[in-house]
């Protein structure tokens, strides 16, 4: 078979691998979930589900989500070094946080909002304790607006709410800031011993504004709740899921948690190792879902649990808890994309800038591949001598299709050339280059990562479409450096390559264009020598 015909076959099967896998998950059906109510300017109030629970424990029943706000709720806002927190009275909720550190996906001049209580989102960490007459997120919690501020030389911050329950006796709940972390201890106390406490995180359905970015993109990262379980492993739940009653996840452990997840970053609640828990998923309104977990209160009346909200940063998700990591999506590549990162942000952590810590893990991963695109390059140098000879017996044998390959496999064997050589680079990068889009899509340490100049996000396109430019320059070269098909029909869509390529690629992460465009200098300096060399040799 025609060495030209058999590349051109790989690169068209690429491309249109690429762009379909594209277009089915821009175009793909949304999930079947129930739609607001067009009349309706807040979303609908609903109803916390009634959790599978033993006899002994009582369900909580027709308690509010949130989102409707009574006239006399206050509002205390605690500001750390990683944090802007909004906690209501109403259900001492935490109903607004911002991630200091992270910058808004449209207006760069404001902090990125997670959570929140209408808006663009309903998004909100609820708690309580279960039983009639105990306080929960339906129940007024006395509190104390105003701002506290975690200030310079304290470590930790306190806010304490009290509530009374039916039978007069006093039930506190106290959210403990750290500096330096995203995790918040949420403790309830003076709780009678045998009840049991709840940690839900209640979100609507709406994508995030993240995930709109990447489905521009032709990608979609998962939005919606997870558990994870030492036996049942990491299970991410669709909300169509619950909605259906189809919902599939661990209910019952003595370890993992249950988080919410979406593009970049999460938020999950994280029962102490050990302690017995059950998790429940409901639909509890128009568009709104719950997860949660129900954790028994101990002898001496308390339960703590602690709350994680923030990005999805890999190495700190590690030591937070037990496989909190897994909520960083790397798609069907996983096993490759995981230690691309990990390569990646080691070479970050020697250079602090993640443009030129792409450029030297591409740089590190053509010399892995040297021997193997070194002979590549050597078949396709030889094949590119040979053509003169194979337009030749195209010309005397072209009528004869069987005769013409019996003499072209004849030729290819007596200067032992393997017609096929020349793919092994293309084989070789096609995972890797697709693990690396996962790496640049799903890793929130890329988000709002500038390389140089106008270059500000090598997460999202280049906004004036130079490196995708540059990159389809340096795939012509390429495509002159391959020898010339005999077919001239083949030789002209060969051209036509570059061009494709570099549509394609305008709409591909910056760094991701970067890769691409490094790997193409390195593998067009080396084919240039390797091509040089070969036919120095063919004249002697």
Not at 67 to 83: F, M, Q, S
Not at 295 to 311: H, I, K, L, N, T
Request: charged fraction near 20%; proline fraction near 6%; hydrophobic fraction near 45%.
């Amino acid at each position: 078979m025609d060495n030209r015909r058999l590349i051109l076959l790989l690169v068209f099967s690429f491309s249109l691998i690429m762009l379909w896998d594209a277009w089915q998950r821009q175009n793909a059906p949304k999930p079947a979930v129930s739609a607001p109510s067009p009349t309706a300017t807040a979303p609908a109030a609903g109803v916390v589900p009634t959790p599978t629970l033993p006899a002994a424990m009582t369900g909580v029943a027709a308690v509010p989500a949130a989102i409707a706000v009574p006239l006399g709720a206050v509002t205390a806002k605690i500001r750390t070094d990683l944090l802007v927190v909004d906690v209501s009275s109403q259900g001492g909720d935490i109903t607004r946080v911002e991630l200091v550190r992270h910058r808004d996906s449209e207006d760069k001049s404001k902090n990125f909002v997670l959570l929140e209580n209408g808006g663009k989102h309903v998004y909100l960490a609820q708690s309580g304790v279960i039983g009639d007459g105990l306080p929960n997120h339906k129940m007024e919690w006395k509190l104390t607006p105003g701002e506290r501020v975690l200030k310079d030389g304290e470590d930790k911050l306190e806010l304490r709410l009290e509530a009374t329950a039916a039978t007069g006796a006093k039930v506190a709940k106290t959210y403990v800031f750290s500096r330096g972390s995203y995790q918040v201890e949420v403790r309830h106390e003076g709780v009678a011993p045998g009840a049991h406490a709840y940690y839900q995180i209640t979100r609507d359905g709406k994508p995030a504004g993240e995930q709109s970015n990447a489905m521009m993109m032709g990608v979609v990262t998962f939005t919606g709740p997870a558990v994870y379980t030492d036996a049942e492993k990491f299970q991410k739940v669709e909300f169509a899921d619950i909605l259906k009653g189809k919902a599939k996840f661990a209910q019952k452990a003595d370890n993992g948690w249950v988080a919410m997840i979406q593009h970049y970053f999460v938020s999950a609640w994280l029962p102490p190792a050990g302690t017995a828990r059950e998790f429940f998923m409901r639909k509890v309104g128009e568009d709104l879902y719950s997860a949660g977990v129900i954790v028994p209160v101990g002898a001496d009346g308390r339960s703590s649990v602690s709350f994680y909200v923030g990005p999805q940063e890999q190495e700190k998700l590690e030591k937070v808890a037990p496989g909190l990591d897994l909520v960083v999506d790397y798609g069907w590549l996983t096993v490759i994309a995981a230690p691309l990162f990990w390569v990646l942000a080691a070479i970050y952590k020697l250079v602090g800038n993640w443009g030129w810590a792409i450029m030297g893990l591409t740089l590190l991963l053509k010399l892995a591949f040297f021997p193997l695109s070194a002979a590549s390059y050597k078949s396709m140098a030889k094949m590119r001598v040979l053509t003169p000879k194979l337009v030749k017996l195209k010309e005397v044998y072209g009528d004869d299709k069987q005769r013409l390959n019996q003499e072209m496999m004849a030729l290819y064997k007596k200067e032992k050339v393997n017609p096929l050589g020349g793919c092994l680079p293309v084989l070789v990068q096609i995972p890797v280059f697709i693990a690396l889009y996962w790496v640049l899509l799903g890793t929130v340490e890329m988000r709002n990562a500038p390389w140089l100049g106008w270059i500000t996000d090598l997460s999202v396109k280049d906004p004036y479409y130079v490196l995708p430019l540059i990159m389809g320059a340096t795939m012509f070269i390429q495509t002159k450096l391959n020898p010339t098909p005999p077919d001239p029909i083949q030789a002209k869509v060969m051209l036509f390559m570059p061009i494709i390529f570099t549509v394609m690629f305008l709409w591909f992460p910056a760094g991701l264009v970067l890769y691409w465009t490094v790997n193409n200098i390195l593998s067009i300096a080396q084919q240039w020598q390797i091509t040089r060399l070969v036919e120095a040799g063919e004249k002697k």
